[in-house]
């Protein structure tokens, strides 16, 4: 591969994560739920790495502004539009995969 500068690496990864949060933002149909239990991160994990970047860089973001970034609209307006409850098998699933702190 070619030797990127810091710039273009730092612009590549940042078009990469605008096409994952727009790819997530179409696809509604997925629960968090199944993300966490095939990936081991959601929406919610995205935002939340997105505000402490944000943190360590200076800039101050909320919890719902972090959110709002990642599902275009606020997380309670998303959450009435698209969150089903989770079934039995996916909250099994996600007991037995859930990250370890």
Request: glycine share 4%; net charge neutral; charged share 30%.
């Amino acid at each position: 591969m070619t030797a990127l500068s810091r710039e273009q690496q730092t612009e590549f990864e940042a078009a990469a994560f605008r096409r994952l949060v727009a790819h997530l933002r179409d696809r509604s149909d997925v629960q968090n739920i199944d993300l966490m239990n095939l990936a081991g991160f959601c929406r919610n994990c995205l935002s939340n790495w997105y505000r402490e970047a944000a943190e360590a860089g200076g800039v101050p973001v909320s919890r719902d502004e972090s959110r709002e970034m990642v599902y275009g609209m606020p997380y309670e307006d998303w959450k009435n539009l698209h969150q089903k409850e989770a079934s039995p098998v996916q909250k099994g699933a996600f007991e037995l995969n859930k990250p370890h702190k």
